[in-house]
């Protein structure tokens, strides 16, 4: 389980105190926060997927069920909080696997109901969006968020906290699982997002050249890239011209990728990097914003966060990443995006459900 953030000077002093609970993946996670300041971030990671290649939606929701006591335990600890100075419970109601959803929305609304505090219903991606408001510099309204995670990949316009527009979005696979699924291909464990991320580090990604989609609009598509890497990983090694007929066999083929993994991971990261800004600018420049800030688990890519900077530097944005922490799923998102609903008095009924599908636009 990682702890993060210290115990506060502020714990058990007056202002709105907010117990936030995520659990919509494969991440049990907790947060206290006070007036808007992150309190206390604590996750327990689930390890049980690895040896399956991907999340295993019953393992998770039992798993949720185990570390759910003990995480938000420890985050009110950390905090120097009583169950008594919380003023409401927060939980993210979509989108999500519906019985991981599920063990963290009746967590919190026993809570609520047994606390007699009101109930929040957090909408995940609106929540990814506003961690770039829980730390350092904050970026001004309307900005735009680039939000690339493992289910979604949205170009979302912000004029206020609960103001947010979906602008682009993908029409296939996520930025997230175009990362994942190459490195599928390259034999490399999930989630192989952070593994390619590694590689590319020492690679030359320029070696090998992936094609751009050609979509119209800020829609994004990636399923075209994860083709076009499978062929080439089909023909690797080989470079009789009749590719299809003398394809590489599973030996040399794994040679080639042995020999060149920090290249083909720095090619395909540049590739899904180029994607992605692309359509950033393009959203920059017809919606005239230079606020721009990205999110959601994919923002942890070095070479992302590396290649944002230098594009605002050349287009005049002025650009905001949030802290590692923050990109990743955690519960200090859902507590931010709780705390403006707080204000809002944008409370949630105890019959209220959680939702597998987004319902936000
Ligand atoms: O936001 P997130 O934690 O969960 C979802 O809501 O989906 O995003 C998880 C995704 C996974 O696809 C993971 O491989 C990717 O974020 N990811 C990364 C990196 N860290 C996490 N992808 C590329 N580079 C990284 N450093
Ligand atoms: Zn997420």
Same mark, same amino acid.
């Given at each position: 389980?990682?702890?993060?953030?210290?115990?506060?000077?502020?714990?058990?002093?007056? *202002?709105?105190?907010?117990?936030?609970?995520?659990?919509?993946?494969?991440?049990?996670?907790?947060?206290?926060?006070?007036? *808007?300041?992150?309190?206390?971030?604590?996750?327990?990671?689930?390890?049980? @997927?690895?040896?399956?290649?991907?999340?295993?939606?019953?393992?998770?929701?039992?798993?949720?069920?185990?570390?759910?006591?003990?995480?938000?335990?420890?985050?009110?600890?950390?905090?120097?909080?009583?169950?008594?100075?919380?003023?409401?419970?927060?939980?993210?109601?979509?989108?999500?696997?519906?019985?991981?959803?599920?063990?963290?929305?009746?967590?919190?609304?026993?809570?609520?109901?047994?606390?007699?505090?009101?109930?929040?219903?957090? @909408?995940?991606?609106?929540?990814?969006?506003?961690?770039?408001?829980?730390?350092?510099?904050?970026?001004?309204?309307?900005?735009?968020?680039?939000?690339?995670?493992?289910?979604?990949?949205?170009?979302?316009?912000?004029?206020?906290?609960?103001?947010?527009?979906?602008?682009?979005?993908?029409?296939?696979?996520?930025?997230?699982?175009?990362?994942?699924?190459?490195?599928?291909?390259?034999?490399?464990?999930?989630?192989?997002?952070?593994?390619?991320?590694?590689?590319?580090?020492?690679?030359?990604?320029?070696?090998?050249?992936?094609?751009?989609?050609?979509?119209?609009?800020?829609?994004?598509?990636?399923?075209?890239?994860?083709?076009?890497?499978?062929?080439?990983?089909?023909?690797?090694?080989?470079?009789?011209?009749?590719?299809?007929?003398?394809?590489?066999?599973?030996?040399?083929?794994?040679?080639?990728?042995?020999?060149?993994?920090?290249?083909?991971?720095?090619?395909?990261?540049?590739?899904?990097?180029?994607?992605?800004?692309?359509?950033?600018?393009?959203?920059?420049?017809?919606?005239?914003?230079?606020?721009?800030?990205?999110? *959601?688990?994919?923002?942890?890519?070095?070479?992302?966060?590396?290649?944002?900077?230098?594009?605002?530097?050349?287009?005049?944005?002025?650009?905001?990443?949030?802290?590692?922490?923050?990109?990743?799923?955690?519960?200090?998102?859902?507590?931010?995006?709780?705390?403006?609903?707080?204000?809002?008095?944008?409370?949630?009924?105890?019959?209220?459900?959680?939702?597998?599908?987004?319902?936000?636009?």
């Amino acid at each position: 389980m990682e702890n993060g953030r210290n115990n506060s000077p502020l714990a058990g002093g007056d *202002g709105v105190t907010i117990l936030a609970i995520e659990s919509s993946c494969d991440d049990t996670a907790a947060a206290v926060c006070r007036d *808007g300041r992150i309190l206390s971030n604590v996750i327990a990671n689930q390890k049980v @997927h690895e040896k399956f290649g991907g999340v295993v939606p019953e393992l998770a929701s039992r798993a949720h069920m185990q570390n759910i006591v003990p995480v938000v335990d420890t985050a009110l600890k950390t905090a120097g909080c009583e169950l008594s100075s919380i003023d409401a419970i927060a939980f993210t109601q979509a989108p999500g696997l519906i019985g991981s959803l599920l063990v963290g929305a009746q967590f919190a609304k026993s809570m609520a109901l047994s606390l007699d505090k009101p109930l929040i219903a957090v @909408h995940h991606m609106q929540a990814h969006v506003l961690a770039n408001l829980i730390a350092g510099e904050k970026p001004s309204f309307p900005f735009l968020c680039l939000t690339v995670s493992g289910g979604h990949t949205q170009i979302v316009l912000c004029e206020s906290p609960a103001k947010m527009k979906v602008i682009g979005e993908t029409i296939d696979d996520a930025a997230g699982e175009a990362f994942d699924k190459s490195a599928k291909l390259l034999g490399l464990p999930y989630p192989g997002g952070p593994l390619v991320d590694k590689y590319a580090a020492t690679g030359d990604p320029k070696r090998f050249q992936f094609p751009e989609p050609k979509i119209d609009g800020l829609n994004f598509s990636f399923s075209g890239l994860k083709t076009s890497i499978l062929y080439f990983l089909k023909n690797a090694g080989t470079s009789n011209v009749f590719k299809e007929a003398f394809a590489a066999s599973e030996e040399t083929r794994q040679q080639f990728i042995d020999d060149n993994l920090a290249d083909i991971c720095a090619s395909i990261q540049n590739r899904i990097i180029s994607i992605l800004l692309n359509k950033l600018k393009k959203a920059a420049k017809e919606y005239n914003i230079n606020q721009i800030c990205i999110a *959601g688990g994919v923002s942890a890519n070095t070479g992302l966060r590396k290649a944002l900077k230098e594009t605002g530097e050349k287009m005049g944005w002025q650009t905001f990443i949030p802290a590692f922490e923050y990109c990743t799923d955690n519960a200090a998102m859902i507590a931010i995006t709780a705390y403006y609903k707080y204000l809002e008095k944008d409370f949630s009924n105890l019959d209220i459900s959680p939702s597998p599908r987004a319902v936000w636009k």
